[in-house]
Structure formats: structure tokens, C-alpha cells
């Protein structure tokens, strides 16, 4: 098994630019989410699934969007983006629910310059 | 007030100490207590679960959870270079619905 693999590992975008990060896992997890990592604030929850065609808001969904049209794919969309945007992000699969041990990804940096 | 504190360090200790990271709380609804360990420019992976009051061993590692003082603790015995690191402490609340909440994370620096 994979576990969650994430595209890209880097990226630098211009303000207003959009882009997809792309999150899948081979594990076929019901739960599904996308964190942000900023410096000293800790993982934040922007957006979660709990399974295909199921998908909810977190802490800081604003600036972003969501689909899960499959178990295994789970891809974030940044719609014009913004320096506050620049962030470490990652996703993470579980099977059934935020009480379980989370499978992280190895991230994306984004930079919004 | 956040919901959880965690000091963000950076802690350095020399190898072989022994290493005590803390985290306190204020919401008396969390039951379920854990531990993740990030490396640098890597995704976090668990280190130790813990449901509800008590303490947990596994190797070198120690979870302790205080939930009358709503404080947890991750001992590290005979810490290692390898065990430098950020690690996160993170709670949440009984059913599907509850969420998980994360600490910031403290750094650790193991030195030789």
C-alpha cells in the first residue's frame, strides 16, 4: 500500500491564480481530510469527508473547495488565491471517524507570492 | 483562551535524557488523547493513543492522561537523535461527529 499520497510536493503561485492539490489514499477509508500548517498554529481542519459524495466544512474552509467522487481521491481547489494561502497542507485518511489514528500525507507547500 | 496549550519549545536536551512534553486543555468533553510525531518536511504519524484517564507505555515512550487536571503528558526515556522532531499533541470527544483538536507542537532537539 501507498497509504496518502499527495501532488504536488511544491508549488509557487501568483496571487489570484487557482489550483488543485490532489490527495489519494489505496487504504479505502470512509474519512477524509485537509489540513493546513502554519508556523507555530498548529494543524487546522479545512475541509472533511466522511465518504463519497459526503463532504463538510472545518475550521478555515474559506478561500477553498472540495469533492469526493470516489473513496480514494480527494482533491482541494484554491479559487483565487492569496498570500494567506501560503501554508504547508496536508491530507489524512481514516477509516471511521477523528477518534481513530490519522494517515497523513507527506504535504504540499504552497506558496501564494 | 485556546482550546489546547501545548509549549512550542524549541526543547534541546543532550542524548540519553529523559524528555517530558505537556499539553493542557479546557474542554471536559475530550476522551480520546494522542500523540503524533512529525519529522522535518514530513506528514505526522502516531506515536501513542490513549482513551481517557491513565497512562500507556510502548518502548521508550510514556503517555500519561490527567483528565481531573485536564493536562497529558508524552515521557521519552533515553531519548535518541532520532527522536528530534515536532511532536503534536491532539484530543477530541466521543462519536463520529467530534473534532479532533491539535496542539501546536513542541520541537524537540536531541543533541549528542
Known amino acids: 500500500n501507498a497509504g496518502v499520497t499527495q501532488t504536488p510536493k511544491f508549488r509557487i503561485l501568483k496571487i489570484g491564480q487557482s489550483m488543485t492539490l490532489q490527495c489519494a489514499q489505496d487504504m479505502n477509508h470512509n474519512y477524509m481530510y485537509w489540513y493546513r500548517q502554519d508556523p507555530g498554529m498548529g494543524l487546522k481542519l479545512i475541509y472533511y469527508s466522511v465518504g463519497a459524495g459526503i463532504t463538510d466544512k472545518g475550521e478555515v474552509p474559506n478561500g477553498y473547495n472540495v469533492s469526493r467522487s470516489t473513496t480514494e481521491d480527494f482533491p482541494l481547489r484554491l479559487e483565487l488565491a492569496a498570500p494567506s494561502q501560503t501554508s504547508v497542507y496536508f491530507c489524512a485518511s481514516n477509516p471511521r471517524g477523528p477518534n481513530e489514528k490519522l494517515f497523513f500525507g507527506s504535504g504540499t507547500q504552497l506558496s501564494v507570492l | 483562551q485556546k482550546e489546547v496549550e501545548q509549549d512550542p519549545g524549541p526543547l534541546s536536551v543532550p542524548e540519553g535524557a529523559i524528555v517530558s512534553l505537556n499539553c493542557t486543555y479546557s474542554?471536559?468533553?475530550?476522551?480520546?488523547f494522542m500523540w503524533y510525531r512529525q519529522y522535518s518536511r514530513k506528514g505526522p504519524e502516531l506515536l501513542m493513543y490513549t482513551y481517557s484517564s491513565g497512562n500507556k507505555e510502548d518502548g521508550r515512550f510514556t503517555a500519561q492522561v490527567d483528565k481531573s487536571s485536564k493536562y497529558i503528558s508524552l515521557f521519552i526515556r533515553d531519548s535518541q537523535p532520532s527522536d528530534s522532531a515536532t511532536y503534536l499533541c491532539a484530543m477530541s470527544g466521543a462519536g463520529t461527529a467530534s473534532k479532533l483538536t491539535f496542539g501546536t507542537g513542541t520541537r524537540l532537539q536531541v543533541t549528542l
Open positions: 474542554n471536559s468533553a475530550f476522551q480520546y
